[in-house]
């Protein structure tokens, strides 16, 4: 039962251009939404949230947006830097635990920077 | 910066044996959480644990499983009687507060039953 779905498993783009990793999501109860980066052997890094009731959040080069009627997601990195070569986590909350719910992650899409 | 710590960083089990894995949360944090990924799928979510008791669990986290912060400090997972398909990464998380949602996590525990 996938709730949370990246659909792309790998995602190369050139140093200095724009990368936007997407994210979907089925469970309507969700309602915040957060963005991991993960290197090999390590833990998953948080990087970046936002929540239902806003479209966009953004950090430095990192902006996510929701579109909560299309229940989509995206990450934009812009620009695109070799460090952030990983694997990129989507993770949704229900927020309705108060802290108790644990995060349901998408698979993964893994982001290769291109000198 | 405070980090999440957590060890062994590689366990190697028989399958049938009893496993503790072990992790030094964020010290202000107040939730605690276990994930694991089996290699090459999704991280899972198993348990959260907030005021010494378990507040939420996993379809995953069953009888074989129990978790406990036995000395207010370390927060510890254990597997009473390891299977083949335990073998995982084993991620803890904390959690500053209930009005927040940033889990940040610690480096993983590799458990490999054989």
Sequence with gaps: ???????????????GRISILNCD???????????????????????ISISSIKDK???????????????????HIVPSQP?????YFCAASRGTGGGADGLTFGKGTHLIIQP | EPEVTQT???QVTQMGQEVI????????????YW?????????????????????????IFDDQFSVERPDGSNFTLKIRS?????????????????????QYFGPGTRLTVT
């Design chain 2, 35 to 59: 994930y694991r990924q089996i290699l090459g799928q999704k991280v899972e979510f198993l348990v959260s644990f907030y005021n010494n008791e378990i507040s939420e669990k996993s379809e």
């Design chain 1, 1 to 15: 039962d996938q709730q949370v779905k990246q659909n792309s498993p790998s995602l190369s783009v050139q140093e």
């Design chain 2, 21 to 32: 894995l072990r992790c030094v949360p964020i010290s202000n944090h107040l939730y605690f």
């Design chain 2, 82 to 102: 390891t299977k083949l398909e335990d073998s995982a990464m084993y991620f803890c998380a904390t959690l500053l507060s209930g009005q927040s949602y940033e």
């Design chain 1, 25 to 47: 999501y089925t469970n309507s109860m969700f309602d915040y939404f957060l963005w991991y980066k993960k290197y090999p052997a390590e833990g998953p890094t948080f990087l």
């Design chain 2, 8 to 10: 062994p960083s590689h």
């Design chain 1, 83 to 87: 460090g952030d070569s990983a694997v």
């Design chain 1, 57 to 75: 959040n953004e950090d430095g080069r990192f902006t996510v947006f929701l579109n909560k009627s299309a229940k989509h997601l995206s990450l």
